[in-house]
């Protein structure tokens, strides 16, 4: 039986996949598919977050054995979470059947301007130096991330819920930006299979960023022209097309 981690990026948590998470489990039936907070997210929002990739990837390779959930794992993961995945199956491959990587960026591959857009400074400050309402915050983060055309308010709903329910601290949130801005991937790519997934018209990271990755390691890449950052959130039945396209090709992939 497969069993897929899937992995939310910088201060977000399981509940930010939505109703992707059950979409997920439901085009893979006799799989298993656990979605996994990060130190200092979610359920594990009182734990102090890792300074480093590195220390996440311990992280989570502890609470998995904890949970009783054991390799091997396919890996699907956005953002810093995407980090994250790339150096699990850079420092433990035995672990990892493969990697679904969504909207992420590296050094050093890409610019720092390119990795996060210049437009969105401005918002991003804002968001971590002036106090604002949780429903302000998430409005804002939906602005960035997804370019569907009208603010979905059951999805903002969830979030502000989640930010109640498992508030991420200033610290955690600053300890993470460090973590990911730290992170340096490998130039070679992981031995296990890496499928990319980019959004062309993501607003808060480049898809260019992508591309170079894919560049680099000669693995799959597959562009979404319309969808924002949050590509699971968007366009989830892309993605779900995009998986199964890219695994029933693995064993032609072997053979290679």
Same mark, same amino acid.
Request: hydrophobic share 45%.
């Given at each position: 039986m497969d069993t897929w981690i899937l992995l939310r990026g910088l201060t977000r948590e399981t509940a930010h996949w939505g109703r992707f998470a059950d979409d997920f489990q439901s085009a893979w039936p006799d799989a298993r598919v656990v979605t996994l907070d990060l130190p200092g997210n979610?359920?594990?929002? +009182?734990? &102090?977050?890792?300074?480093? !990739?590195?220390?996440?990837?311990a992280a989570c390779r502890a609470e998995l054995a904890r949970q009783g959930v054991h390799p091997p794992f396919r890996l699907f993961a956005m953002s810093l979470g995407a980090m994250v995945a790339t150096e699990w199956a850079r420092t433990a491959p035995a672990d990892i059947a493969g990697c679904v990587l969504v909207n992420t960026s590296f050094r050093p591959f890409s610019p720092f301007f390119h990795r996060l857009r210049p437009r969105n400074y401005a918002a991003l400050l804002g968001l971590a130096l002036r106090p604002r309402s949780p429903e302000a915050i998430e409005r804002t983060v939906w602005r960035l991330t997804s370019n569907a055309p009208d603010p979905r308010n059951a999805v903002i709903d969830?979030?502000? +819920?989640? &930010?109640?329910?498992?508030? !991420?601290?200033?610290?955690?949130?600053l300890r993470q930006l460090v973590a990911a801005a730290r992170y340096r991937a490998p130039t070679v790519a992981p031995s296990p299979p890496v499928l990319l997934l980019a959004s062309q018209n993501d607003q808060l990271v480049d898809s260019r960023c992508s591309q170079a990755i894919a560049r680099g390691w000669h693995c799959d890449l597959a562009l979404h022209p319309q969808s924002g950052h949050d590509l699971p959130l968007d366009a989830p039945q892309w993605v779900l097309e995009q998986v199964q396209q890219w695994l029933v090709q693995e064993p032609h992939r072997a053979e290679h």
């Open positions: 979610g359920q594990l929002h +009182a734990r &102090r977050s890792p300074l480093t !990739v590195q220390g996440m990837v969830d979030w502000v +819920a989640a &930010r109640a329910r498992n508030p !991420v601290s200033a610290a955690n949130a």
